[in-house]
């Protein structure tokens, strides 16, 4: 008789499905399953079907009521017509107010989903029509009373975050799994980053960072510090040492490169007995240095290295010379490399204490998570600075970001098919939906009667 709210055609095609048009073929000829739309409202699912089963037993049930008050009412007032008595006319009343009721009911329901009959009456298909008038309105529905800064600080202050972070990081159970979970982590952002890039990375961060930097200064306080604290003296009596035990260990040498390096005119023997007096005198001064700490040698020494310490931090020509020796030091192949190969130890260092449950960085990661869990958990100082914190940092999140959340809800909904969309709220809410087509029959089967009840008794 009428066409009820909800029901399905079977013949019709899956929404977003035209007529005529082909998916394209799948791996063995057959048409495919089409590309999915990540945005779209999933297909009905199984559970979706059962609603939909339901929902069809009530509309049955409601249109049956409709049916059956249409019958009351025809007996009723046929009987009327026939002379039976006044009970006729009251039952009649009845079916008829309930008549009505069922179908402005049945219209009201049909009118969310489609258009009752088909008819292109005003204010129909509400659902299909006003969909991304919803989707709107929803968006900005949670924007204002989901994502509003005094929502967010007023929630977040009521759960306590800080203190209920505290008491769960005290347990030593809780501390290793995050400690797990953090090297678990850590070991997989280390795997996914190539070692070629983050190696350029580094060697360019380094030699950025080496030439900004003017190291002559540095060099001249370092050394200007080194001397006068003395800490020069050890290198300077090692030098000594090796010094004295070379020329011990090369006489020969020593004495050959004197004798070659004299006048062709010269006898052999004075150019020996003067390649060995140079000797014997490097000999000595060189034990001399070794062995007397007050030697004026090592006096004249630390003079000069205390002016060249006072150069470094002052004499322009002496600071270029050491940034020029810098910036070839630093543009040497061997340099960069060096460079670079620190990250493949740094990565292996700490891969191989991410993996190991008893490694140093492990223990303390535990050590660290643990302590400050039991801060958190019995000092309220820290646990008002946390939610504050957690407080700024969500309410910053939705300030800044609202209008991009509620598009989403927004753009999504708009995605949907319109149909198809119907089709599935009515899947859920249509069994709820039909209660209100039997109610209307009731009620107004009920309101009927007092009506005409109390018409008669104001009448006579």
Request: charged share 25%; glycine share 10%; net charge positive.
């Amino acid at each position: 008789m009428f066409r009820s709210a909800g029901v399905a055609d079977p013949g019709r095609r899956p929404a977003g499905e035209r007529r005529g048009a082909r998916r394209p073929p799948g791996p063995d000829g057959a048409p495919g399953p089409g590309r999915p739309n990540p945005g779209r409202m999933s297909e009905v699912s199984e559970s979706d079907e059962v609603k939909r089963r339901g929902v069809r037993r009530m509309k049955v049930f409601a249109t049956g009521l409709l049916l059956l008050a249409t019958v009351v009412f025809a007996l009723a007032r046929w009987r009327e017509e026939s002379g039976a008595g006044a009970w006729a006319g009251y039952v009649a009343a009845a079916a008829e107010a309930g008549m009505v009721g069922a179908l402005a009911d049945w219209f009201a329901v049909t009118a969310l989903f489609r258009r009752p009959m088909g008819l292109p009456i005003p204010h129909t298909a509400i659902i299909p029509t006003k969909k991304d008038a919803f989707g709107r309105t929803l968006g900005e529905f949670v924007g204002e009373n989901f994502l509003s800064e005094d929502v967010v600080r007023a929630r977040l202050r009521a759960v306590g975050i800080g203190g209920r972070l505290g008491v769960w990081l005290a347990e030593p159970a809780h501390t290793e799994r995050v400690t797990h979970e953090l090297a678990t982590a850590l070991r997989g952002a280390l795997a996914v980053l190539r070692d070629s890039d983050v190696q350029a990375v580094v060697g360019e961060a380094v030699t950025r960072q080496a030439t900004a930097q003017s190291v002559a200064p540095s060099l001249g306080r370092m050394l200007n510090k080194v001397v006068t604290d003395g800490g020069h003296h050890r290198a300077v009596d090692l030098v000594c040492v090796r010094a004295h035990d070379w020329l011990v260990e090369h006489r020969a040498s020593v004495m050959a490169a004197v004798t070659e390096g004299a006048p062709g005119w010269t006898p052999r023997f004075v150019d020996r007995r003067v390649g060995e007096r140079v000797y014997k005198e490097l000999l000595r001064f060189v034990t001399e240095m070794r062995d007397w700490p007050a030697h004026p040698a090592r006096g004249a020494l630390d003079r000069f290295l205390t002016d060249f310490a006072g150069e470094l931090r002052s004499d322009p020509d002496t600071m270029a010379r050491v940034e020029q020796l810098k910036a070839d030091v630093l543009a040497r192949r061997e340099v960069q490399e060096l460079i670079e190969s620190a990250w493949s130890a740094v990565r292996a260092m700490v891969v191989a204490a991410a993996e190991d449950p008893d490694s140093q960085l492990r223990r303390r990661a535990r050590s660290a998570l643990g302590s400050l869990g039991v801060r958190m958990r019995d000092d309220a100082r820290l646990q008002a600075k946390v939610d504050g914190w957690l407080e700024d940092a969500a309410t910053y999140v939705v300030t800044t970001y609202r209008d991009e959340i509620t598009s989403l809800i927004t753009d999504t909904v708009e995605s949907w098919d319109a149909e198809h969309t119907s089709r599935k709220i009515e899947a859920n809410v249509g069994r709820d939906l039909q209660f209100i087509r039997i109610n209307g029959t009731v009620v107004g089967a009920l309101a009927g009667l007092l009506i005409y009840t109390v018409a008669h008794a104001l009448g006579g």
